[in-house]
């Protein structure tokens, strides 16, 4: 009988999860050596020092990479991290095209990190990719998306942007912090490399700082790897194991997510002190504007009590913050800036009643 492949809540519970063979552990341990006996010189068990591969790493690597369908893995200490050793990629005259809406740390690293090693940077309204080939740069080596987008949620035509890119030589990276696979796999619709902060769904429990980066071509996951190795960017094995603890649970976190935020944006669309709603119909973000302008926004966040005012989002605990003036502060002035009256919040776990409650108390009544 040909084995049918197994379901994504299987594959996270158990890939590269396997019992200890030596304890019988059910959980990987937490490897805290930092180096590896070898039996004779450059004869060893997989392993030869922590930096370059650790097992607990291994576990969680083999795991997400699973649940994005990529051949391959690679956890960096953050986001951040992981989305610098994708741009390392890069050579000085290379061009990224960057969705202009976008998380406000990747904006800073393109436009004030990786410009200075030469690369050039241009922002593009991803809604009509036909409009990106008639903006195209000539040097541009990489298309860098986020779908849904932080924080305007918006979300995009994957294929149909990878089509475009590939007939002009560049390769597509998107950054799937806020569909996670659950609901979204960008390799399957032909995307290059998926980039995650796993500080966000995948950890899910606001408790660990991580990244990733995923693939299937041969030769770009031998750059990743060695870039992982030789920068270093490494997270520790307690990191590795609390993410990995994490993916265990994200696919019912998110289904939660998904049923809390649809409630909350319907509820928020009929409240007379709000202008406009945004929500893709999926994962826990929410976006909308205030009628009373910036100040009302200001006074909304600083009531909740449920709601944390606090950046971050993607995790069990609800969130609520000002962009402009918080996460997307760096992105004043640029293509990428939010307007000040938007409030996005991050739906959690909580029962629904009490978060609308939560929400009702803070906004002005009429
Ligand atoms: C938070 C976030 C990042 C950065 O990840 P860190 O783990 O904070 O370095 C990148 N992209 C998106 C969409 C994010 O929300």
Known sequence: M??????????????????????????PPISLSTTFAQTQVGEHFGYEYSRSGNPTRSAYEQCLASLESAAYGFAFSSGLAAEDAV??????????????????GTFRLISRVHTTTGISWSAADLHEPGQLSIDWPAATKMVWLESPTNPMLSTFDIEHIVEIAHRRGAIVVVDNTFATPVYQRPLELGADVVVHSATKYLGGHSDVVGGFVAMNDDDGAEQIGFLQNAVGAVPSPFDCYLALRGLKTLELRMERHTANATAIAAWLGEHPAIATVFYPGFSGIVSCRLRGGADAARRFVERTELFTLAESLGAVESLIEIPAAMTHA???????????????????????????????SALPTS
């Open 2 to 27: 040909k084995r049918r492949p197994r379901g994504f809540a299987t594959r996270a519970i158990h890939e590269g999860q396997a019992p200890d063979p030596v304890t019988g552990a059910v959980v």
């Open 87 to 104: 741009l390392r990629v890069l050579r000085p005259g290379d061009h990224v095209v960057l969705g202009n809406d976008a998380y406000g």
């Open 330 to 360: 760096s992105a004043a002035g640029s293509p990428l800036e939010v307007a000040d009256d938007l409030v996005r919040l991050s739906v959690g776990v909580e029962t629904v009643d009490d978060l609308i409650d939560d929400l009702a």
